[in-house]
């Protein structure tokens, strides 16, 4: 069963809730890619996706507990941090699982390519890979804490902070 966003888990700041609930979307939606067919491009998109909406998200909270001079900023970093260096690893495994890493370097020499090797690539391209819940769980894994630990954990303590503002600052 996929996430779902409630009340409980607002912290009286509208841009905040209003990237957690699409954050949430965006994991529900890879869940989702794990039960559709050649679901590879879906799970690829979704992740770069996600990786990059985290980062700008965690762009937007540092900057508001800046401005409301949050105490635990430095530590709130650290935790945005690691989250990051977690899901670029997961990234480049899966990049690695799927054989993109690989294709993208060859595309990147494009010098001139020999009939061997054109035949290889292509041979390669033809190769169906499919994304596993196995190859996933750790990115869920990963994600699910995040959401529980992170979101609803650490995120919860700017809410004492946010509530004595407009729920419109940035």
């Given at each position: 069963m996929g996430l779902v966003w409630r009340e409980q888990m607002s912290v009286a700041n509208n841009l905040i809730d209003s990237e957690h609930k699409y954050l949430i979307d965006q994991i529900n939606a890879l869940e989702t890619a794990l039960?559709?067919?050649?679901?590879?491009d879906i799970v690829e998109e979704t992740l770069d996706h996600l990786v990059s909406y985290t980062?700008?998200?965690f762009d937007h909270e540092e900057t508001i507990q800046r401005k409301i001079r949050y105490p635990q900023l430095d530590e709130h970093k650290l935790e945005h941090k690691q989250i990051m260096r977690n899901?670029?690893?997961i990234k480049n495994e899966l990049d690695s699982i799927l054989g993109t890493d690989q294709r993208d370097r060859e595309s990147d020499n494009n010098d001139e390519v020999t009939d061997s090797e054109l035949n290889m690539i292509l041979a390669d391209e033809e190769v169906e890979h499919s994304v596993t819940k196995q190859d996933l769980e750790p990115l869920i894994a990963l994600i699910r804490s995040w959401i529980i630990d992170h979101v609803i954990g650490s995120d919860m303590k700017l809410k004492a902070y946010l509530i004595?503002?407009?729920?419109?600052?940035?």
């Open positions: 039960n559709t067919k050649e679901n590879h980062k700008t998200h899901l670029y690893a004595k503002r407009p729920v419109d600052f940035v």
